[in-house]
């Protein structure tokens, strides 16, 4: 009998990525007749909720929920109280998926040795047609931008890591962890993740599948969601007792350097800039780079004395 599956997919102010993201789930070569999706909407107010409620006229197995706090990990966790599949995949409004997507996962989740999540490989995409989208896309796809993060760079062969975009699981696994942490806005993945591999399972990324992922279109956008992850990533150390990976460590330490580093990373980002014919990277590396070392310096002081992480959410 084929696995009942519910995909769990937080969102917030959408309109321009929502029919897209819910249309390729539409055409999956997996029997939707066993397929749930739950958009877990933080009340948005730019005609999402109606593109939604339009297309539910199409697909029966499409629904909607209202999520008040706006979080993504309040989200997934009102998916999961409201799921009815045997496994759980989660998703994200800024992606489209391959056809053979949740066959895919699923087959994996369930023939690799101990595996508790698996994912693809994220095809990152311009926004638009601005040389600042085509630079962004380019900058967090980038070795030189995002370090050794293996799903946002490729590669080879199915290999074990420690975290995958999105993410597919046995729904009794994620109930066991407890859910995701509500007090993370952003990480709340990596975090969940850490909590499956001292669990003793295993995150698998798979090569051959990938989706295709709309990087966000503007500079603001990206510092802002940059900044969140950098912020976020020491109350996720601390809750852990330990750093997840060496590379989160790179942006807040250039940060200190920044002065005396400042003329090798110009020159750097100047022949990648060179090499791509597009200047605009010359802000972008920048901009992923500090906005995240600038936020992991916020989030350790935080930490060490305290204070709140409450801040605006930004899906």
Excluded at 240 to 254: D, E, G, K, M, S
């Amino acid at each position: 009998m084929i696995p009942s599956v519910s995909i769990i997919c937080p969102c917030y102010n959408e309109k321009l990525y929502i029919q897209d993201c819910i249309n390729s789930i539409a055409r999956q070569d997996y029997d939707l007749s066993q397929v749930e999706v739950l958009i877990i909407d933080g009340m948005s107010t730019d005609g999402t909720r109606e593109i939604i409620r339009q297309m539910q006229q199409t697909y029966s197995w499409l629904h909607l929920i209202d999520n008040p706090r706006h979080i993504a990990s309040t989200a997934m966790n009102i998916g999961l109280k409201q799921a009815q599949g045997e496994y759980i995949v989660r998703i994200d409004t800024h992606a489209v998926y391959p056809v053979s997507y949740i066959s895919t996962l699923l087959h994996h989740l369930i023939t690799l040795p101990n595996a508790q999540n698996v994912g693809a490989v994220c095809r990152t995409l311009p926004a638009n047609d601005t040389p600042i989208a085509q630079a962004i896309a380019l900058t967090i796809s980038h070795k030189f931008g995002v370090g050794n993060s293996l799903f946002r760079v490729g590669v080879h062969q199915i290999t074990e890591t420690d975290t995958v975009p999105f993410g597919c699981w046995h729904k009794q696994w994620v109930n066991d962890l407890g859910g995701f942490d509500e007090e993370l806005i952003r990480n709340q993945d990596d975090e969940f993740n850490a909590r499956t591999i001292e669990r003793g399972g295993k995150i698998y990324l798979i090569p051959n599948l990938s989706v295709d992922y709309y990087a966000r279109p503007t500079l603001n956008k990206t510092w802002q969601m940059f900044y969140q992850y950098g912020l976020f990533k020491p109350l996720v150390n601390h809750k852990r007792n330990h750093p997840a990976t060496l590379r989160q460590f790179i942006p807040p330490l250039f940060v200190l350097g920044l002065i005396p580093a400042l003329p090798i990373y110009l020159c750097i980002i100047g022949g990648i800039s060179l090499k791509y014919h597009n200047a605009a990277l010359m802000l972008t590396f920048p901009t992923v780079h500090i906005s995240y070392g600038i936020g992991y310096w916020i989030g350790l002081y935080k930490v060490l004395t305290h204070q709140s992480f409450i801040v605006q959410s930004n899906h």
